[in-house]
């Protein structure tokens, strides 16, 4: 845990043995610990191209592209690695990318890709419940959300979630109800919706 010693060390190491991608990936990883995340990706960046493409260090470009919202090359990397070693998280952070760039269709596509992949894969039900929700599907959300209590029945999110779109469905009792939960359950907007 002590990662401004570990990257002491670590910046000595590194020009010495320059072609080892695996002192860039632990330097990214303390980078990440720390919060840097231009310097993180920088040593992802690198690392890909000591490594030769490795399909885990795309995806975790991915993920630190979709954090600096630079979601089109997010898309691209993530691509790439479905193409490679296809996962539901792979296919949920792509369904995040493509409904920020506005592209509904594929994100909710790549959102039932995640769910076929892993079934039990709560994230992505509760993405496709908000995407549905943001785009006034209420009763898909629903749906989508319904799954997500079936597995984890105390997820505050999904409670909210839910109780949102019984709301637009101008069904106040159930709605309530569902609020209800997702605030006692830690999900302080719940309150005051």
Not at 102 to 112: E, G, P
């Amino acid at each position: 845990g002590d990662f401004k010693n570990a990257l002491s060390d670590i910046e000595r190491f590194i020009p010495q043995f320059q072609d080892s991608y695996q002192a860039r990936i632990l330097r990214a990883l303390c980078y990440r610990e720390l919060g840097e995340t231009d310097k993180q990706l920088m040593d992802v960046e690198k690392a890909l191209e000591l490594s030769g493409g490795d399909p885990q260090l795309l995806k975790w470009r991915a993920g630190l592209l979709i954090e600096k919202e630079e979601f089109k090359q997010a898309i691209e990397d993530l691509l790439i690695v479905r193409l490679l070693q296809d996962d539901p998280e792979v296919e949920m952070n792509l369904g995040f990318a493509y409904y920020s760039v506005q592209k509904t269709d594929s994100a909710l596509m790549a959102i039932n890709k995640a769910i076929e992949l892993e079934a039990t894969f709560l994230p992505a039900y509760l993405y496709g419940g908000s995407f549905s929700l943001q785009e006034g599907k209420y009763e898909l959300a629903i749906k989508y959300l319904n799954v997500a209590l079936m597995l984890e029945p105390e997820n505050a999110t999904a409670w909210f979630y839910k109780g949102v779109a019984l709301m637009e469905l101008k069904k106040e009792d159930a709605a309530c109800s569902c609020l209800r939960k997702a605030f006692y359950a830690g999900h302080d907007d719940a309150g005051d919706y």
